[in-house]
């Protein structure tokens, strides 16, 4: 697998941003928001990681690429990583290298990779705290079987999306988790 050919093949941030149509304001929304602490920066400016790239397998209608990749833009911004993004649906070959847990197409992931392809390291497709918060909101959830399971979760999806909007601790917590990530390259 030739991480270094997907990388080119992929969108920049600009064309990504472009092309989006269902989380991009609210994407848009966590990104303006949201600033890395001096302590991030810190910890950042003494990473070895000059030359790191990322490859984003992401679509724009999820959940948690709109709260991740704004996270991840920050960081870019401040360590000068180029990313590129390639869309899950339409590259699967690439996607299923990928998987979580080795069954699912859950996304996004991050794609760390070096000026020559190699891959340094994976982060996705959330944060601890965050999967905690998932997990949690999903056992209250009914059996999918029940008649007002469809509402359910729908409510939970919303419930969610307002948390990832409104709630400051939980980019802390994506940030945290990518920057951990990063001191193992």
């Known amino acids: 697998m030739d991480l270094l050919a997907w990388f080119e093949k ?25 600033q890395l ?17 990322v490859l984003v397998l992401t679509e724009d209608w999820c959940g948690d690429a709109m709260l991740n990749i704004p996270v991840l833009l ?23 290298q ?15 990779i070096n000026h020559v392809g190699e891959e ?26 029940a008649e007002d399971f469809q509402e359910k979760q729908k409510s939970m999806f919303n419930h969610l999306t307002k948390t990832f909007l409104e709630d400051e601790q939980i980019w802390k917590y994506v940030s945290r988790s990518i920057i951990e990530k990063l001191k193992t390259i």
Request: proline share 3%; hydrophobic share 35%.
């Open 10 to 34: 992929g969108l920049t941030v600009e064309q990504y941003k472009t092309e989006m149509n269902v989380n991009h304001e609210n994407m848009e929304l966590i990104y303006n928001r949201f």
């Open 37 to 53: 602490s001096e302590a991030d920066k810190r910890q950042l400016s003494t990473l070895n990681i000059s030359g790191i790239k």
């Open 74 to 96: 920050r960081i870019a911004e401040q360590t000068k990583m180029d990313v590129r993004f390639i869309l899950r649906d339409s590259n699967l070959e690439l996607m299923d």
């Open 98 to 112: 990928y998987l979580t847990n080795g069954t699912s197409r859950s996304i996004p992931i991050f794609i760390f």
């Open 120 to 145: 340094k390291v994976i982060w996705g497709p959330r944060a601890g705290e965050v999967q905690d918060l998932v997990d949690s909101f999903k056992s209250e959830l009914p059996d999918k079987g």
